[in-house]
């Protein structure tokens, strides 16, 4: 199932810290017109999977894409937009010497002391590795994170309409690097964009992979302590070796990790830049909902039926989901006042998002 789409990294502008930005508004819409011996014409970037009657948004889907040609995409925007990012502080670095197996963790600043300017000037030095989080905030990225999902927004919707709260997350990487084995609250389109990266994933649905109450903790309370990753995972998933123009679908809670190697780069192609496109849907509201409710109950000794296993039981919950979701939400603002009141300190209460 492995898709291959080689393609060459293009050249880095001299420059990358001149302050040249995108030209015009333009450069972030869909569409870049070109001209051609016949006119202009339009360069329409989407993402599309080889069997689009087969697709479901329930499976793990090989797929396609050409976002890595898109003028907001190339690496001297890309780095551009993780200066915009950094005064927002929304870079984040990963440890270095981390395995598969390490704890999701990251830090705000370079692990090293570098500022953000010196870890770009230096991004390809092997184990250098950013996240931009939630690159929305950027408007004419948002506009670009919706032509992703709108690409495929009729494959998705008649499966889980009511497509919401679409963020976007990019990954700079230079080998060997890792993001280790956790899951997602969003579905995600995971597109690579430039370079060398091999992706790992999982059926959402295997609980030999992650178990049900570790799910159910890390909906309710972001927890991965239960999420962890053993060898003998790798053959029960699926292994993806991804070059520009590789897309991978997965939904919501697919457990997933990524490495690049440098056995597979050349000099010039030694960094790898991919991005996930995640969303939420009504689906995985309601999904969220009873997760709420089967944690409450399996803290009763109880051991209730995992969502989509039981519709009746599912329609329950969901309800009742709902108001413990909006319940909890209620008291942790409740208690972030407090804290402010009460203390020196601001404190903001931040429900998991989709989970009411």
Known sequence: MNS???????????????????????????CVTQMNSVGASKTTYRVWPDDPDGFSIQRITPMHHNFHEHPLFQVPQLVQLGLELSK??????????????????????????????????RMEEPGSSVAFYNIEVIPRYQALLMAVVDSMRSLVEREQPEIFRVNGFVFFSAPPSVTPFHIDRENNFWLQLHGHKILNVWDHRDRTIVPADAVEDFIVTQSLRKVCFDEAFL?????????????????????????????????????????????????????????????????????????????TADAVKSAVGGLVGAGRARLGAARARIISMTTARSFKHTPPPGSY
């Not at 880095?12 to 972030?28: C, Q």
């Not at 000099?267 to 991005?275: A, C, E, F, N, V």
Request: proline share 9%; aromatic share 8%; charged share 20%.
């Open 235 to 311: 053959s029960r998933g699926l292994e993806f070796d991804a070059r520009p123009g590789d897309a991978v679908y997965f939904p919501s809670t697919s457990p997933h990790m990524t490495r690049s190697n440098a056995d597979h780069t050349t000099p010039g192609d030694r960094l790898s830049i991919s991005i996930g496109v995640t969303f939420y849907t009504a689906a995985t509201r309601e999904v969220a909902r009873i997760h709420q409710v089967n944690r409450l109950m399996r803290k009763c000794g109880l051991s209730p039926s995992y969502p989509r296993e039981s519709p």
């Open 88 to 121: 927002l502080d929304q870079c984040r670095f990963m440890t270095p010497n981390r395995t598969v197996a390490s704890a999701l963790a990251h830090d705000s600043r370079p692990p090293d002391g570098r500022s953000i300017e010196q870890f770009f000037q």
């Open 4 to 30: 291959k789409v080689l393609l060459s990294l293009p050249d880095f502008v001299p420059d990358l810290f001149s302050g040249a930005g995108p030209k015009s508004d333009l450069e972030g819409a869909m």
